[in-house]
């Protein structure tokens, strides 16, 4: 979903206030197991794709081809990429097998969340404020079981930590990049998807543009950027901080231009 169409959906939806709790267990034998994974119009988030082409052993590029619809966000020009459904009837997750997801470790995002949505917004002291929204369907059978949640306990089970700290930071960016008032160019569109949905290409474009000449980044992190996917997507979108907003607050160039050659993903 566009930022806009997501809005308008949780709004949509009974709020599950601070504190409030609800009942909820999914498990095999349950009568509506599976029934949720189909027909999904679902947005992978840069950190999705990490965790999914990686449990799958899969090239970034190989993993977007095969599993993902690309398009452009039409007011910012900024790459989306929509998690691909089977060719069937039921249109069902290529993931799901009848003893649930093959890749339920490092299943995405919405997917760990459910059937809970959550919306942030800014508390205006750097951080976000969480609202928590119930997704109540037809099917679902997961709401007369006995077992209890808050938001904040349910995300805390699901193992949603490392997720809310990747994903808060791409929404500050697709934010920001709206607030720009103008769509990005073609070439800082193909910029986003090598830096943060193509990280292990990413790595190699660090090596071979020598990006550790032009930001100051001490050793210890520059090793762990090219070793460890997450260090170095956490470094991208850094990157792309300092690029596209000219912000220095985590990434600072060195007293050297960074000319364009340096910054522009050659071949893409």
Request: net charge neutral; proline share 5%; aromatic share 12%.
């Amino acid at each position: 979903m566009q930022h806009d169409e997501t809005k308008e959906f949780l709004d949509s939806l009974p709020e599950l206030e601070e504190g409030k709790t609800y009942c909820f267990k999914c498990y095999p034998g349950i009568e509506c197991f599976n029934a949720c994974c189909s027909d999904l119009d679902m947005v992978l988030t840069p950190y999705d794709i990490l965790r999914m082409r990686a449990a799958l052993g899969m090239s970034s590029v190989d993993f977007l081809r095969v599993h993902t619809t690309a398009y452009h966000a039409p007011d910012t020009n900024f790459p989306v990429f929509k998690f691909k459904m089977l060719d069937n009837a039921r249109r069902s997750c290529a993931f799901v097998t009848p003893e649930g997801c093959r890749i339920y470790a490092d299943r995405p995002g919405a997917c760990r969340m459910y059937p809970l949505g959550r919306a942030t917004r800014p508390d205006g002291k750097g951080g976000v404020l969480e609202q928590f929204f119930i997704v109540r369907e037809d099917h679902c059978k997961g709401f007369l079981e006995k077992d209890e949640w808050t938001g904040e306990s349910w995300k805390q089970d699901q193992g949603f930590k490392d997720y809310t700290a990747f994903n808060d930071r791409y929404m500050n960016i697709l934010s920001r990049t709206r607030q720009l008032g103008h769509p990005i160019s073609d070439k800082l569109n193909q910029m986003a998807i090598l830096a943060l949905y193509r990280i292990d290409d990413f790595q190699g474009f660090i090596q071979k543009m020598q990006l550790f000449e032009r930001v100051e980044v001490d050793e210890k992190r520059q090793q762990a950027i090219i070793t460890n996917e997450n260090v170095a997507l956490s470094f991208a979108m850094d990157w792309f901080e300092l690029v596209l907003f000219q912000d220095t607050s985590k990434l600072k160039p060195k007293n050297v231009p960074m000319r364009r050659k340096g910054v522009r993903p050659e071949g893409n």
